[in-house]
């Protein structure tokens, strides 16, 4: 009978001790407002379309980024920052889209266009992925591609490819994105480009404030640069106040990322 307590008391206390480390795993891992991204002003969710464009993407997925998840928070490796495997810029008059891929799958990209706005995007995409387009894309192939079989590019209208080997060194071409592109060329950057798309119309795996947990106080920006706080959450309901206008809205939690671009710059950054 005395062994039975004792192996029920030790049964108990390690039940006790597995729910206060699951508790604080889940706590570990939540995704509070630290974790999504501020949002400087010009910042928008995603290249804007037609509303019924609009509504047929919410019921289509994109292929590109199968498999893929949000790159929350710091990305460093070991202390230190991801190597860089891949970028590719094009600039046409004012407009520049920039996409890098880094080690472990982490992609970045980058739009800036007329009026300040800006689109600012990670996402970690799988390993198959990665190396899927890396056996497309390769320095040694680029090297292979001899700079008087493109186009030059043109002052208001150029591409960058850049692609490092894993000693750090590089290879780069420049060119001129809508003059003559050989097949050795358009097999790199045309997988490229669909990735540079996908990313752009994507509103939840890019977005920081996708599957965000939200609180009473915390501060996000919509998509018209209105400052918001959220004043009640109920259940999957949330409660939001314009911040200096008398507007009060409701929107649903896995609907905010539609919404919401990130949360206020801090006064220091």
């Known amino acids: 009978m005395r062994i039975e307590k004792i192996i029920r008391s030790a049964l108990i206390a390690f039940s006790i001790l597995n729910f206060q480390f699951s508790i604080s795993s889940a706590l570990a891992e939540e995704h509070d407002i630290t974790k999504v991204d501020p949002a400087p002003p010009g910042t928008v969710i995603a290249t804007p379309l037609p509303e019924k464009q609009r509504r047929q993407m919410k019921k289509l997925d994109i292929p590109e980024l199968a498999g893929a998840h949000q790159a929350l928070g710091s990305q460093l490796i070991d202390g230190r920052l991801p190597q860089p495997v891949l970028d590719y810029v094009v600039v046409e008059h004012n407009v520049e889209q920039r996409l890098s891929i880094f080690e472990k799958g982490l992609v970045v990209m980058r739009m800036t266009g007329a009026g300040g706005t800006t689109m600012f995007k990670r996402v970690l995409i799988p390993d198959d992925a990665l190396k899927a387009y890396l056996k497309s894309a390769s320095a040694d ?18 591409s960058l490819l ?32 669909d990735l540079i798309r996908a990313i752009s119309l994507d509103r939840t795996v890019t977005s920081s404030v996708a599957d965000y947990q939200p609180k009473v106080g915390d501060e996000l920006v919509s998509d018209d640069r209105k400052s918001w706080r959220v004043e009640r959450v109920m259940n999957n309901v949330v409660e939001l ?21 990130g949360k206020p710059v801090a006064s220091n950054e």
């Open 141 to 158: 192939a680029l090297a292979h591609v001899n700079k008087q079989d493109v186009s030059p590019p043109d002052t208001n209208r150029r």
């Open 162 to 193: 850049r692609i490092y080997r894993p000693d750090g060194e590089h290879v780069e071409l420049t060119f001129d994105p809508v003059g003559v592109i050989p097949k050795t060329l358009g097999d790199q950057i045309h997988p490229i480009e």
């Open 241 to 261: 106040h314009c911040i200096g206008q008398p507007m009060i809205i409701y929107v649903d939690k896995k609907d905010l990322a539609n919404y919401f671009v």
